[in-house]
């Protein structure tokens, strides 16, 4: 007897029309274009260009800048909002006064608007905001600083604006394995004498493993793609040296250099797809191993 599926294929046609026509349409158009002239002064007009646009791209300063920010904050965001989940996860995990309180505390910034975060973070981190003004109130500030007009403080600010915010959706990722380790385990490595740490390296960490492939994985796509708090907070500035590839592009876009822009964005995708694969593919093979 042949088994019917409960759903037939046919219901699948709406949910793969929308995703080619929203997804896979402009994908294909952005290689094709990419390839191309295509420019504000060109606009229906476009002519075939070869690699001259990826050459073009690897040559810009202010594109290899992008590309190095962009790894840099994908990177450090990944290993702060990580070690931050798990810290907070591992804290929580145990049942202490006011848990469900606190989880929703420290969840609660990863549901409020990117927009709102980066006025909210702008404003304190102004020459006359908040923070010089308690750095000054503490007499440690003894002159202003412009938080955001410099690469070092512009940069390490918005790594940890974001590794705030997202913390706390990898701590529910964490706590969801810690609460699925059998007790039995912690139980019989006590009565052996296993220290914390011991217990905490050879069962806390091999069992809850593909969280951290699922944590690792969202954090490095994620910090590639990152757009949004970069836009709001600094604009890619001072100059252009908070520029990531995101914005990179869509400022290129912006000022109608349509070709470039679309072999731009066909590079970031490039590097998310290969760079997540990849990362996919070890993780889960040292899953299998531990």
């Given at each position: 007897m042949q088994k019917k599926?409960?759903?037939?294929?046919?219901?699948?046609?709406?949910?793969?029309?929308?995703?080619?026509?929203?997804s896979i349409v402009p994908l294909l158009a952005s290689l094709v274009f990419s390839f191309s002239d295509w420019n504000i002064?060109?606009?229906?007009?476009?002519?075939?260009?070869?690699?001259?646009?990826?050459v073009t791209l690897l040559q810009d300063p202010v594109f290899l800048r992008s590309l190095l920010n962009t790894f840099l904050f994908a990177i450090c965001t990944t290993v702060l909002k990580t070690v931050g989940g798990l810290v907070?996860?591992?804290?929580?995990?145990?049942?202490?006064?006011?848990?469900?309180?606190?989880?929703?505390?420290?969840?609660?910034?990863?549901?409020?608007?990117?927009t709102v975060v980066g006025v909210l973070f702008k404003a304190i981190l102004a020459k006359t905001g908040l923070l010089n003004n308690a750095l000054a109130g503490l007499g440690m500030?003894?002159?202003?600083?412009?938080?955001?007009?410099?690469?070092?403080?512009?940069?390490?600010?918005?790594i940890l604006i974001e590794s705030w915010m997202w913390a706390g959706f990898n701590m529910f990722i964490f706590l969801s394995a810690l609460q699925a380790v059998p007790k039995d385990y912690y139980e019989y490595a006590s009565i052996e004498?296993?220290?914390p740490w011991a217990r905490f390296k050879n069962i806390t960490l091999p069992l809850i493993a593909p969280s951290f492939t699922v944590v690792i994985t969202l954090g490095?796509?994620?910090?590639?793609?990152?757009?949004?708090?970069?836009?709001?907070?600094?604009?890619?500035?001072?100059?252009?040296?908070t520029q990531v590839l995101s914005t990179?592009?869509?400022?290129?876009?912006s000022l109608g250099f349509l070709g470039e822009s679309s072999a731009g964005s066909v590079v970031l995708c490039a590097i998310v797809m290969l760079i997540s694969f990849l990362l996919n593919r070890i993780?889960?093979?040292?899953?299998?191993?531990?």
């Open positions: 599926s409960i759903y037939p294929y046919w219901a699948l046609l709406p949910a793969l029309f929308v995703f080619t026509l929203f002064g060109r606009f229906y007009t476009p002519e075939f260009r070869g690699l001259g646009n990826y907070l996860a591992l804290l929580l995990v145990r049942k202490i006064p006011a848990n469900g309180v606190l989880r929703t505390i420290y969840y609660a910034p990863c549901v409020l608007s990117v500030g003894s002159e202003p600083v412009d938080w955001l007009a410099h690469y070092g403080t512009a940069i390490g600010s918005v004498g296993a220290s490095i796509s994620g910090g590639l793609k990152v757009f949004d708090i970069i836009y709001v907070i600094t604009n890619g500035g001072p100059g252009f040296d990179y592009v869509y400022q290129s876009f993780l889960v093979a040292r899953e299998v191993e531990a």
